[in-house]
């Protein structure tokens, strides 16, 4: 937002003296990011600190910057590595290009007035990157020296260095064509309406910047749930083109969902069958097309074989065979020094599912790609949901992570709220993503944290990263809430970087949500403080107060996905069960006597962790195990069924005092009184309906199993 800092607050005073005067942009073309980049710091200067800065463009020579008699203070030179080498570099302040990786940036900060400030990318989006990351720290208050700390080159610098851990950085919007969008609660598409591309894309312009400025570098713009017809006219095409036109300036590229029968569908052809001539031309044209309109298309996102989707096993073709028909087409039109990616999606189940104790919905991904590890193209990426089920609010990581040992693999987050309260909750999700970055599945009885895995680090992989499914609209707040915007600054940092196990660290949910609160709402510890608190304790609350001990959401889940409904969960093929019943709760997944998804893990200690009660961690507890509500919690003294009362009533209770806590800055003018009218309005909705939800859960548990709450709060008054 670039909101103005108090002048008279020290830190702030102290900045102001060092900002930058003059800014020397590098060679940079005006649909180049680093000429975004330099516009930013403009925008910047003069929201934050009130300072007009002189902006010089297109510099080829900037040596006399570093000469002695030139006046090099509150200079900043912004620019790819490799221009500032040619253009500005004289004996002693050459830059090392190996201590960047694409998109990384690095600062050199002086630590005398004497010389300039450098922010320089490897490439010309981390010129961006590395151009945002500084007028965060500048717009919080920072000042950038104090994460610098190792000293390089030259003597009176200091270098900040920051690589992303993985290249696929990728947001997928759920639109469709229509301009509605699937899972979406921030209005309507900022892309689509009436089955074409919209005319203005002022707003996806913003969008792109939004997402540019926490490091996300490529946005699917159309629905997993694919129409066919996007890409088969000369106008979507060219619509798509404009589209990849309006986010170029900001460095982030343009992807699309797929439709497997479109050959048949749209094309013509008797068959969709991937081995097939015809298919494989029909797909050759398609991409060739969109590479011809745009040249840095990131690639395709393809779902196939779920939930009614079109895929390659109608035709008895392996869901590898299926993906590498449109990995080899992008390898065939892409940049050879930068082919297309595919991401295939492993969300591949049967939503028709008989239910029967030993069926499991939980262990289609692993049974399904498993045995075709090693079978996928290079420029393949398996898009993994993050666990075995469905975004659901407490889930083990997806034991997929684990097979995936000789393919390119992903995590597929979900930053729109589907079943965590669809924005009208405020749910802050890096805490329930960090559960799934640090599980450790052990391969080999080596360390393999999910993070590492899809880093690429574990299993020496090249490609990899994050997928966020985001699914912004029209809306004034983009996602449908104020608060809800917090997920998306995380999902961009968590995906730079996934470390941040403690809360301590940089990249942890803690530091994050305080970045971005000062970012939102300013420097004021008592705003920062506030939204920090609420939005630490906001996901273990909705944990509470829906499903808690691993039972899943127990939200309606035929219809909305919103709201209260437990009966919804078992007797009928989503596989969503729970098999609550009147004696007890919990789907068996245990080899021994259940589904055997628990042998899914590759590390057996983590496998036998899950096989006994005793060792499962309560949090998964119901998710692995089916046991009588009078079962104790291991090493506790409190039932299963007591357990699910008191933790729906502590829930409520947490969102009642959200409330009261965000009303204590009434009035204080730490927030605008538009803001604070939305968030207090959407603060009060959710403890209203945590306490529907609360007496819908406990009330269903009380029927069915007729055993009274301890504490008698329980029950049909
Ligand atoms: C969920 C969601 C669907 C979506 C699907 C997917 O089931 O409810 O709307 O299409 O996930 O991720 O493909």
């Known amino acids: 937002r670039y909101a103005p800092l108090n002048a008279s607050d020290p830190a702030v005073a102290s900045l102001i003296t060092q900002i930058p005067q003059r800014v020397i942009v590098l060679n940079a073309t005006s649909t180049s990011p680093i000429f975004a980049a330099g516009q930013e710091l403009f925008k910047a200067c003069q929201g934050v600190f009130n300072r007009t800065v002189d902006i010089v463009y297109a510099v080829d020579n900037c040596s006399s910057v570093f000469t002695a008699n030139s006046t090099p203070a509150k200079t900043i030179v912004i620019g790819t590595v490799t221009a500032f080498n040619h253009f500005c570099s004289n004996s002693s302040n050459t830059i090392n290009t190996s201590l960047l990786v694409p998109d990384g940036y690095l600062w050199q900060l002086p630590a005398s007035a004497s010389s300039p400030t450098l922010v320089l990318g490897q490439n010309e989006p981390g010129t961006l990157y ?77 969008y792109a910047r939004l997402l540019a400025s926490v490091g996300i570098n490529a946005v699917v713009v159309n629905n997993v749930n694919a129409d066919a017809a996007l890409v088969h006219t000369p106008a979507n095409i060219e619509g798509l083109g404009r589209i990849a036109d309006a986010f170029r300036p900001y460095g982030v590229r343009v992807g699309v969902s797929l439709n497997f029968a479109a050959p048949q569908s749209v094309g013509g052809l008797k068959t969709y069958d991937p081995l097939d001539a015809g298919v494989i031309s029909f ?79 939980a262990n289609a991904a692993v049974s399904y790609f498993a045995p075709l590890d090693g079978q996928f193209d290079d420029n393949v990426v398996v898009q993994v949901k993050y666990g075995p089920i469905d975004f659901q609010v407490r889930e083990p990581a997806s034991p997929l992570f684990g097979h995936l040992q000789k393919t390119n693999a992903a995590i597929e987050l979900q930053v729109t709220q589907e079943y965590l309260g669809q924005q009208c909750h405020l749910v ?111 996901w273990p609350a909705y944990e509470n107060y829906t499903g808690n ?61 899950f096989e006994s009660l005793a060792t499962t961690p309560r949090d998964l507890l119901l998710w692995f195990h089916h046991v009588p509500y009078t079962q104790l919690l291991p090493g506790e003294n409190t039932t299963v069924i007591q357990h699910i009362y008191d933790a729906h009533y502590a829930g409520a209770e947490t969102a009642a005092s959200f409330v009261t806590r965000w009303a204590a800055l009434n009035g204080s003018g730490l927030v605008d009184p538009d803001r604070y009218a939305s968030i207090a309005n959407q603060l009060a909705f959710q403890a209203g309906h945590a306490i529907v939800w609360r007496d819908a859960i406990c009330t269903f548990f009380a029927d069915l199993s007729k055993i009274p709450d301890q504490h008698g709060r329980v029950g049909r008054h």
Not at 194 to 202: A, E, N, P, T, Y
């Open 130 to 206: 590395g151009t945002f990351a500084y007028l965060a720290e500048l717009a919080q208050g920072n000042n950038p020296i104090r994460t610098a700390s190792n000293i390089t080159t030259a003597t009176d610098y200091k270098t900040h260095i920051s690589n992303p851990v993985a290249p696929v950085r990728w947001v997928n919007q759920w639109d469709n064509l229509d301009g509605s969008i699937e899972r979406g609660y921030g209005g309507h598409s900022l892309f689509f309406s009436g089955g074409r591309v919209v005319s203005d894309l002022h707003r996806a312009a913003a």
């Open 283 to 361: 797909w050759d044209s398609v991409t060739a097309q969109l590479y011809s309109r745009i040249p840095d298309l990131a690639g395709f996102l393809v779902k196939g074989d779920s939930e009614g989707q079109p895929g390659p096993k109608k035709y008895n073709r392996s869901l590898a065979q299926g993906a590498n028909l449109f990995a080899k087409a992008l390898r065939k039109y892409s940049p050879a020094d930068r082919p297309g990616v595919l991401m295939y999606r492993a969300f591949v189940y049967d939503q028709l599912q008989e239910s029967n104790w030993k069926a499991d919905r």
């Open 428 to 538: 802050y999700l890096p805490p329930l993503w960090r559960t799934v970055l640090d599980f450790d599945m052990e391969a080999g009885g080596t360390p393999s944290p999910v993070k590492d895995i899809i880093t690429g680090t574990r299993f020496q992989r090249t490609l990899g990263g994050s997928a966020g499914v985001v699914n912004a609209g029209t809306s004034d707040t983009w996602l449908g809430s104020h608060l809800a915007q917090a997920n998306l600054y995380a999902y961009g940092r968590m995906a730079w970087d996934p470390t941040g196990a403690n809360e301590t660290d940089p990249a942890s949910p803690r530091s994050i949500i305080e970045s971005w609160a000062k970012l939102t709402f300013g420097r004021d510890p008592a705003v920062v403080n506030t939204v920090t608190d609420l939005a630490m304790a906001a």
């Open 549 to 609: 001990l691993g039972m899943q959401t127990l939200t309606d889940i035929l219809y909305t996905h919103f709201g209260p409904n437990p009966a919804s969960q078992d007797g009928n093929g989503w596989g969503q069960w729970t098999r609550a019943d009147g004696h007890g709760v919990g789907m068996d997944r245990t080899v021994s006597n259940g589904t055997g998804f628990a042998g899914q893990y590759v590390g057996k200690d983590v496998a036998a962790k």
